[in-house]
């Protein structure tokens, strides 16, 4: 457990590979500042993830996208984002409390989280992208923001080792609820490159300011549940406040 202690700052990637059980709980006033740092949390192949009475500001780490070849966005095959909670192949997790607020990019994104899925009384506020001068504009890249994203994903986007089995075993029987959230002014726009300023639906990073939830792969009995949530102020290309 976390106690309260004045504003931590962090500057690291802290990233969970493989793990069973793992809980993040604040008691008090909790709070973690990470600066302009490439700072993020990170959890793959892991599974019962419990998030509480935590504050996030101004975190954002850089993790590739899941996105492949596409004919009008041919330089984003595995770009890379901001965000600063980040779960691939993860099942069974828990966000209650939690704040999470003026990332350079996405508040949470998660690909491929399956099982039961509790995200409750919780803010995602001021997410969006910030462009970094000391980088430089690159197309692999991409400085967008957005509250939420979850995605299930065909095999062929798949990012790690796993088998096309392994994978499907988190397509399906999955139930998502998002309960009494705030979700107020982020924003899902992309400002890439010219040539790639094509304002259609399949564009990438653009779609659900507030909240996006996508299933692209062959997912089959799959709940979801938005009730009591706050939608105020978010922009995006595509669905501004929420896109399902």
Not at 89 to 100: A, F, G, Q, T
Not at 119 to 145: C, P, Q, R, W
Not at 158 to 180: C, K, M, P, R
Request: proline share 2%.
């Amino acid at each position: 457990d976390l106690h309260s202690f004045p504003t931590r700052r962090s500057s690291d990637l802290y990233s969970f590979v493989n793990m069973n059980t793992f809980g993040l709980h604040g008691t008090g006033d909790v709070k973690i500042t990470c600066g302009n740092a490439n700072v993020s949390l990170s959890f793959l192949l892991s599974n019962n993830i419990s998030i509480e009475r935590v504050t996030l500001q101004k975190c954002g780490g850089w993790h590739t996208s899941t996105y492949t070849l596409h004919k009008y966005f041919p330089k984003l095959q595995g770009a890379l984002f901001k965000t600063a909670l980040y779960f691939r192949y993860c099942r069974n997790l828990r966000v209650s409390d939690v704040e999470i607020s003026h990332s350079p990019g996405l508040g949470a994104n998660l690909y491929d989280v399956g099982g039961v899925v509790n995200v409750t009384n919780s803010v995602f506020a001021n997410n969006s992208g910030l462009y970094d001068h000391a980088i430089g504009i690159k197309s692999e890249l991409v400085y967008s923001g957005g509250g939420i994203f979850l995605m299930l994903n065909p095999y062929i986007n798949n990012t790690l080792n796993v088998s096309s089995e392994e994978h499907d075993t988190y397509q399906h029987n999955n139930q998502y609820l998002f309960s009494n959230c705030h979700f107020l002014r982020n924003v899902a726009q992309w400002f890439g490159e010219e040539n790639q300023e094509l304002y259609t639906p399949a564009r990438p990073f653009t779609l659900g300011g507030g909240l996006a939830v996508f299933f692209e792969s062959n997912a089959s009995s799959c709940s979801v549940k938005i009730q009591g949530c706050t939608f105020r102020n978010n922009n995006a290309s595509w669905g501004g406040g929420l896109q399902v």
